[in-house]
């Protein structure tokens, strides 16, 4: 089975800094989808980064990247100049081919952003 | 942009009381899911469809059934409602390629008291 951890149940972070959520998987396949959702405070769940595991280069998007070491499974999910809005529950999803169309999500980081 | 919506919104039920929470998907996707989400819990998958006509039970499946009744429609159906299912519970749908992400409902807050 597949299973996705994320150890940090709660992080905080100053107003314009940086922090990294951290996620671990366990898997024997090769190629695989890792996914980070944002659920704020409206519980509506916003993809926030994909990364592909055949793809070595990180994933960005905007103030958002990923540190994708895929012989340590992990998968960690950098915010940079933190920002009010970005206040919420964070969760790692892992995907596969094999597993037909199931996700598996971790227990989640809830982030608190300090003004 | 309507993409997965799903209702109710709340639901306050008493304990063995039925009830089904609908949801309906506009983006022509082959799979769709329910989650239910507990604090410390993260989702944990009740039931999922892969496609029309194909139900299979996740990680948490009893006391549910589901329904597949179309390719947009995907029920969730308590029977006799327990306080062990207070929760939130999502629906969610993605195309079958593993490299799309799910898109998610905005969420059903059920109490059973």
């Known amino acids: 089975a597949q299973t996705v951890t994320q150890s940090q149940p709660e992080m905080s972070v100053q107003e314009a800094e940086t922090v990294t959520l951290s996620c671990t998987y366990d898997t024997s396949e090769s190629d695989y989808y890792l996914f980070w959702y944002k659920q704020p405070p409206s519980r509506q769940m916003i993809l926030v980064i994909r990364?592909?595991?055949?793809?070595?280069q990180n994933a960005t998007e905007n103030r958002f990247s990923v540190n994708f070491q895929k012989a340590a499974k992990s998968f960690s999910l950098k915010i940079s100049d933190s920002q009010l809005g970005d206040a919420a529950m964070y969760f790692c999803?892992?995907?596969?081919?094999?597993?037909?169309?199931?996700?598996?999500f971790g227990t989640g980081t809830s982030l608190t952003v300090i003004p | 942009n309507a993409g997965v919506t799903q209702t109710p919104k709340f639901q306050v039920l008493k304990t063995g009381q039925s009830m089904t929470l609908q949801c309906a998907q506009d983006?022509?996707?082959?799979?769709m899911y329910w989650y239910r989400q507990d604090p410390g819990m993260g989702l944990r998958l009740i039931y999922y469809s892969a496609s029309e006509g194909t139900t299979d039970k996740g990680e948490v499946p009893n006391g549910y059934n589901v329904s597949r009744l179309n390719k947009r429609e995907f029920s969730l159906r308590l029977e006799s409602a327990a306080p062990s299912q207070t929760s939130v519970y999502f629906c969610a749908s993605s195309d079958r390629a593993f490299n799309t992400e799910a898109f998610f409902g905005q969420g059903t807050r059920l109490t059973v008291v």
């Open positions: 990364q592909e595991a055949y793809k070595q």
């Open positions: 999803a892992y995907r596969n081919s094999n597993t037909g169309n199931q996700f598996y």
């Open positions: 983006m022509n996707h082959n799979s």
